[in-house]
């Protein structure tokens, strides 16, 4: 049976036209990547507006089980709040969002705990973690790193060979959103359930209580802002249209472009 | 090629005929199990859905967490509440002596209880957080009446499935499942922290849902009506929350 190009593996090159110059087109993403990375982003961004709604109800941070307006809280964000019990210095409320937020912040953060757990097990059992994402020993020696980092920090485009696979800080940077920080955002949002935490205890308390669990959800958002402006920077850098197709079709079009 | 297509065709519509023969099967348990919330037709009902239904079969009959008196907030919040009425007010100078919680709909004995007839029933202390769907918590001790030895008493019919609560306040009146009103930390509740329950936080008498958010936890009750559906209820999406924007099921 003819293997449908979508399942040939990431970073193969596909039919007889590729090995001719400008024109080659490549497979750069699975289907299943592709499909998964844009329901990711979706539910990501919709997870992230409707998460600052409901942050600034109460942008004040506390550590432990406990923590409101009449405790002294551990940080205050200097912005304003949608609920009038919360002093913030500001002389306004802005209106609230929390309803629609709450229920769309959830259900968003389903589509993004089934999606990551489709792709958990397609990167699993299809190879795509082991081929594409762990990165070779020999690359993290700390010269190799080194090198890797400074070509960075100097916005180089990537070069040929690159442009078919992850290079090593890529790796790294994929592997820690998504086996640290996307389950540890969605396991400290769980903590703040209360049916939740009533069935599962032990996982609130092992980060100090709901208060702490809160805290850690909205360092980790930050961090997973961080990653999401730092991508679209490389996207730029990269070449946008080239590499965003990429990620629609499958196929980098024009591996050459801007150069 | 044709011959592959054409199987592909079939398995296709035997995976597509067996797919929505599944759902169709599926929604009719779920409801007949009770795993559908009354908002799910709301916009992001399919969210609360699943988040309902996830929780029901997981955490149907889970204890909540009881803490040491040591972890009693020293400063808890009570949050605002609209302005107490003129109702309130007089009876509040009653020293609540008029105070009644009347019980109807589905019951075999329709009741109406004083705050002294609840003191005479079996009382139950509880030290539970309770959280602001905002972000806020505070641990308080709450102590009150079990709402199923209420439903008990007044003899609820098999046949309920709900149990709506309203407040002195007109715009507040909230309901939960058997799941919640059977689970034997809800309570009735008359006291905190050992004296009586301050009117900030819901004096004299609140409903304390402790697996579900504060917005649940209806202050100034009045009134239990134990039914079988929902829909005449209000808009019919369960409580006052989903008609202003709020999910019914407060669990999360």
Same mark, same amino acid.
């Given at each position: 049976?003819?293997?449908? /190009? ?39 961004? /919709? ?34 709040? @949608? ?25 968003? /953060? ?101 208060? @702490? ?7 980790? @958002? ?38 | ?6 199987? $592909? ?5 035997? &995976? ?11 929604? $009719? ?91 005479? &029933? ?110 005449? &209820? ?19």
């Amino acid at each position: 049976m003819e293997i449908p /190009a979508e399942f040939e593996t990431a970073g193969q090159t596909a039919g007889a036209a590729t090995s001719q110059g400008a024109e080659r087109l490549r497979l750069r993403h699975s289907a299943f990547v592709r499909v998964t990375h844009w329901l990711i982003t979706l539910s990501f961004l /919709a997870l992230l507006v409707t998460g600052v709604e409901i942050l600034i109800s109460h942008p004040r941070f506390y550590w432990g089980e406990t923590g409101n307006v009449n405790t002294r809280p551990l940080f205050t964000l200097p912005i304003p709040s @949608s609920r009038d019990t919360v002093p913030t210095g500001y002389g306004y409320v802005l209106p609230d969002q929390n309803g629609w937020s709450r229920y769309l912040h959830f259900e968003a /953060a389903w589509v993004a705990v089934l999606t990551g757990l489709l792709y958990g097990a397609f990167g699993f059992f299809q190879g795509h973690f082991r081929r594409n994402l762990l990165p070779a020993p020999s690359e993290l020696s700390p010269k190799r790193l080194a090198i890797n980092i400074a070509r960075h920090l100097r916005f180089r485009r990537p070069s040929e060979e690159e442009a078919g696979s992850y290079n090593v800080l890529q790796r790294l940077t994929y592997l820690l959103v998504i086996f640290v920080l996307f389950p540890l955002v969605i396991w400290t949002g769980l903590d703040m359930s209360p049916a939740f935490a009533s069935a599962f205890p032990a996982v609130v308390t092992v980060l100090g209580g709901r208060q @702490s669990a809160r805290t850690i959800h909205f360092f980790v @958002s930050i961090f997973l802002v961080l990653f999401l402006l730092v991508h679209v920077l490389m996207v730029y850098l990269a070449g946008f249209r080239n590499r965003v197709g990429a990620m629609i079709t499958g196929r980098l079009t024009q591996p050459r472009e801007r150069s | 090629m044709s011959g592959i297509s054409r199987r $592909k065709l079939i398995t296709t519509g035997l &995976f597509a005929t067996a797919g929505a023969t599944g759902l169709g099967v599926a929604a $009719k348990l779920a409801e007949r199990y009770g795993l559908i919330p009354p908002d799910a037709g709301v916009l992001y009902g399919a969210g609360e859905t699943l988040t309902y239904a996830a929780q029901r079969l997981l955490t149907r009959h889970a204890p909540t967490r009881n803490f040491s008196r040591s972890q009693i907030s020293k400063d808890p919040f009570a949050n605002e509440v609209a302005p107490l009425g003129e109702g309130f007010q007089r009876l509040q100078q009653g020293g609540f002596a008029d105070w009644r919680l009347a019980v109807d709909g589905m019951v075999a004995r329709p009741a109406s209880f004083s705050l002294a007839d609840l003191r005479t &029933f079996p009382s139950r202390t509880e030290i539970t957080l309770i959280a602001c769907e905002e972000g806020w918590s505070y641990i308080a001790e709450w102590s009150g009446v079990p709402l199923s030895h209420i439903l008990g008493l007044v003899g609820a019919l098999p046949q309920v499935r709900y149990v709506v609560y309203r407040s002195i306040q007109p715009d507040w009146w909230e309901s939960i499942d058997m799941a919640d009103a059977l689970h034997p930390q809800t309570l009735v509740t008359l006291g905190m922290n050992g004296g009586e329950l301050p009117v900030p936080f819901g004096g004299p008498l609140r409903m304390r849902v402790p697996r579900q958010l504060g917005y649940k936890n209806v202050k100034y009750i009045t009134r239990l009506t134990l039914t079988d559906s929902l829909k005449r &209820f209000g808009k019919g999406l369960g409580s006052a929350s989903p008609e202003g924007g709020y999910a019914w099921y407060a669990g999360i």
